[in-house]
């Protein structure tokens, strides 16, 4: 996973760790809690290898922190369990940190009507 310029610069090394495939893939879901996503989507999203990310799936599902429905998945909405989870506080922080805290209001206010075209194609 990349990150800007100004991140690199500013971040100490400690912060700039690498996340494991595990704690990315939680972060994009708590990035986008009010959706469920495939794995091949996530995997697209995040950069990543789909296979890498199904295992990552099927591990935090063990954990009970990301649910499964047919071939769709979601962060878990129990928020103890995620706050159990020290992963989750670390990828939480470093997205905020390179991208700002995200005004969830804000953007479903501008969210558009109708799903965007690549999310029609894969159901």
């Known amino acids: 996973m990349s990150i800007d310029r100004d991140?690199?610069?500013k971040a100490s090394e400690d912060e700039l760790e690498e996340l494991s495939v595990p704690d990315q893939v939680l972060g994009f879901l708590a990035a986008n809690d009010d959706r469920a996503f495939k794995a091949r989507e996530i995997a697209?999203?995040?950069?990543?290898?789909k296979g890498a990310v199904s295992t990552a799936?099927?591990?935090?599902?063990?954990r009970d922190l990301v649910e499964h429905?047919?071939?769709?998945w979601?962060?878990?909405d129990d928020t103890e369990r995620l706050?159990?989870?020290?992963?989750?506080e670390r990828a939480t922080a470093l997205f905020n940190q390179q991208l700002g805290t995200e005004d969830k209001e804000s953007r479903r206010e501008h969210a558009p009507e109708e799903p965007h075209p690549s999310v029609e194609d894969e159901q």
């Open 7 to 9: 991140t690199f610069e």
């Open 44 to 49: 697209s999203q995040i950069g990543l290898d």
């Open 57 to 62: 799936l099927s591990r935090l599902k063990d």
């Open 69 to 72: 429905k047919a071939t769709y």
């Open 74 to 76: 979601a962060i878990t």
């Open 83 to 88: 706050d159990g989870y020290s992963g989750y």
